[in-house]
């Protein structure tokens, strides 16, 4: 069985929190979930392994998320938490699923809840989802490890600048729909910040993902444009080939989630406001 990560809560008594709230602005926003706004996205490990701990946080990650990989993780916990009540209380849990099967964003979680209501969340079922999510993001996790020593081999000048372009065309296949989207664009962050990555790199990365389907390209672009580890000849850059190769109600998006995640940093920053 999937252990418990932290004390059972009732979430359909639990009070809203900011990162509940959180979640339900980023999914009304059609944008990923972040973990700390303005920060990085969430993925699956964080609802599994108790960086989440939120119940309620748990439910609106399962309801909104647009990356299905980290939608399913959720409602793990949720099961878990629903096979440890008492069967009198069982009820509160079957009504709460059965919210997350009707108004879902994912159609796979859609349907692991219902199979988890059907099975009364039994230990059996829990561990067959946790398994079959273990599965598909294994082999993606071990290719995402092997991605890290080529990136380690371009700042050690060990492959050519094209070769490694090569590689991260070859890995983003390989992961695409396997891996949490907020791993890949966590790797590409901080290769956009690195200092030890050359600028012809970063350029032709930023090339490769204006060729990504609108919702990707949205968060990636938005992420460098938003993080001030950016350098500003490489966000002038990349405003320049915005402002060339968009029309006026893609910029304007842009603009517009830009300022959204600088502002979510803004507010992450403020003297006496709770950290999520």
């Not at 490694?164 to 891996?179: I, P, S």
């Amino acid at each position: 069985m999937v252990a418990a990560s932290a004390p059972i809560a009732d979430p359909l008594l639990a009070r809203p929190t900011d990162l509940a709230s959180h979640f339900m602005e980023c999914g009304a926003l059609n944008t990923n979930l972040s973990m700390a706004p303005g920060e990085r996205l969430v993925i699956t490990d964080d609802l599994l392994n108790g960086s989440i701990v939120d119940y309620t946080a748990m439910t609106m990650a399962a309801i909104v998320a647009r990356d299905g990989q980290v939608a399913r993780a959720a409602i793990i916990p949720l099961s878990v938490a629903a096979n440890k009540v008492k069967p009198r209380d069982r009820h509160k849990y079957e009504r709460l699923f059965q919210l997350i099967e009707e108004t879902a964003f994912d159609e796979s979680v859609r349907d692991s809840a219902e199979a988890l209501i059907a099975a009364n969340f039994r230990d059996s079922q829990i561990r067959e989802l946790a398994a079959e999510l273990g599965g598909t993001i294994g082999p993606a996790r071990v290719r995402y490890r092997a991605f890290l020593d080529i990136i380690r081999m371009l700042t050690e000048k060990r492959i050519s600048e094209g070769a490694f372009l090569d590689e991260f065309l070859d890995f983003t296949r390989n992961v695409a729909g396997k891996l949490d989207f907020g791993i890949y664009a966590l790797c590409v962050d901080r290769l956009f910040v690195s200092e030890y990555i050359p600028v012809a790199v970063k350029l032709s990365l930023f090339a490769e993902i204006l060729k990504y389907p609108p919702l990707v390209r949205k968060e990636l672009v938005t992420n460098l444009l938003s993080s001030p580890k950016a350098h500003p000849d490489l966000v002038r850059h990349a405003r320049g080939q915005l402002a060339g190769g968009m029309s006026r109600n893609q910029l304007t998006e842009i603009v517009l989630f830009t300022m959204l995640k600088q502002s979510w940093q803004f507010q992450k920053l403020a003297p006496g406001r709770p950290t999520i």
